[in-house]
Each structure stands twice: as structure tokens, then as C-alpha cells.
């Protein structure tokens, strides 16, 4: 079993920033990518942003490209999502997601997932 824990939510005005943080822990041997997923009020679960250990696939969401980086630390089972120029659209719940996925951007694709922290951009 595998737990993630989110944190870095907050608010913030348009035009700022924001870095979340999810760190994994347990049996990692299941886990060889993890990612970004975000729901705002009355819409789905949307793709934010993913990448594998290796780094050789990152894939990020239309919406957020240039604006969002992901990053990860291998060794501290540690996946990074860097948001810059937020935006009120921005704003929803962020998930941490963990697993062995195929294809990055599609939540069943992941076995675990995080409890979430709320972003909120606004003035």
C-alpha cells in the first residue's frame, strides 16, 4: 500500500505563485510515476501534470504549459508541482496521484491517491 500526503495549498491573487508538494511513502515497488490532478466546483477531475522516475515522460495539461512546472526527488519519494501566474481558473482541488500508469494523463490509470489541498486564486 502506498499513502500520499499533499501540501502547499493556499490563497493567492491572480499573477502569484504557488509550489505544492506530495510526499509518498510504503511500498513503492507499485509506483514508477506520479502526478497532478485538479477538480474545481461542479466539473470533473481534470490532468494537471505527470512524470515518471526516469523523467523521460512529462507530460502537462493544454491549460497549464508555461505556467506550471512538475519536478520530482527520487529518493525522497517527492513529487514537486510549481505554479506560477495563477490564474482564478486555476482554482480547484489538487490531488497527488501515484502508480504504475501507462498513460499519464488519465485518472484510473493510478492506484493511490492523496486527500487533496485546496487552491484558491482571487483578489
Known amino acids: 500500500q502506498v499513502q500520499l500526503v499533499e501540501s502547499g495549498g493556499g490563497l493567492v491573487q491572480p499573477g502569484g505563485s504557488l509550489r505544492l508538494s506530495c510526499a509518498a511513502s510504503?511500498?513503492?515497488?507499485?509506483?514508477?510515476?506520479m502526478g497532478w490532478f485538479r477538480q474545481a466546483p461542479g466539473k470533473e477531475r481534470e490532468f494537471v501534470a505527470a512524470?515518471?522516475?526516469?523523467?523521460?515522460?512529462?507530460n502537462y495539461a493544454d491549460s497549464v504549459k508555461g505556467r506550471f512546472t512538475i519536478s520530482r526527488d527520487n529518493a525522497k519519494n517527492t513529487v514537486y508541482l510549481q505554479m506560477n501566474s495563477l490564474k482564478p481558473e486555476d482554482t480547484a482541488v489538487y490531488y497527488c496521484?501515484?502508480?504504475?500508469?501507462?498513460?499519464?494523463?488519465?485518472?484510473?490509470?493510478?492506484?493511490?491517491w492523496g486527500q487533496g489541498t485546496q487552491v484558491t486564486v482571487s483578489s
Open positions: 512524470i515518471n522516475w526516469s523523467g523521460s515522460r512529462i
Open positions: 496521484a501515484a502508480g504504475r500508469p501507462v498513460a499519464l494523463g488519465t485518472p484510473r490509470a493510478y492506484a493511490y
Open positions: 510504503g511500498s513503492m515497488f507499485s509506483v514508477n510515476a
